[in-house]
């Protein structure tokens, strides 16, 4: 059984910084793409970032990738997501993802089958 759990959420300042980190079970990690979603009270849910397998190529929402930053360790089977810069609309229920590939782009939500339970991130200004 695949399992996920997030951590790392919390209130946040504008400008400040927060990491995320997502532990996995149940799968082989490194044969996967792992992807990090958010959303926002009366919204859909989006895909901020995702990594390849091997964490050669990676893909970020545009309005983060100047801020944010994923990475994976396949020795731990956990994906983190540094986010610096914050801003009030970065506030959501971020989730990690498992890719149905081991590359991955954001174009489909639909490309990722297993997700975590989601942890709360709050931006004060």
């Known amino acids: 059984q695949v399992q996920l759990v997030e951590s790392g959420g919390g209130p946040g300042q504008a400008g400040g910084s927060l990491n995320l980190s997502c532990t996995t079970s149940g799968l082989i990690f490194d044969d996967y793409a792992m992807g990090w979603f958010r959303q926002a009270p009366g919204e859909e849910r989006v895909g901020v970032s995702c990594?390849?397998?091997?964490?050669?190529?990676?893909y970020y929402l545009w309005s983060v990738e100047a801020r944010f930053k994923i990475d994976r360790d396949n020795a731990k089977n956990t994906v983190s997501l540094i986010m610096n810069g914050l801003r009030p609309e970065d506030s959501a229920t971020y989730y990690c993802?498992?890719?149905?590939?081991?590359?991955?782009?954001?174009?489909?939500?639909?490309?990722?089958?297993?997700w975590g339970q989601g942890t709360q991130v709050t931006v004060s200004t």
């Open positions: 993802a498992v890719g149905r590939r081991p590359y991955c782009d954001l174009k489909d939500r639909d490309d990722f089958e297993h």
């Open positions: 990594l390849s397998w091997s964490g050669g190529s990676s």
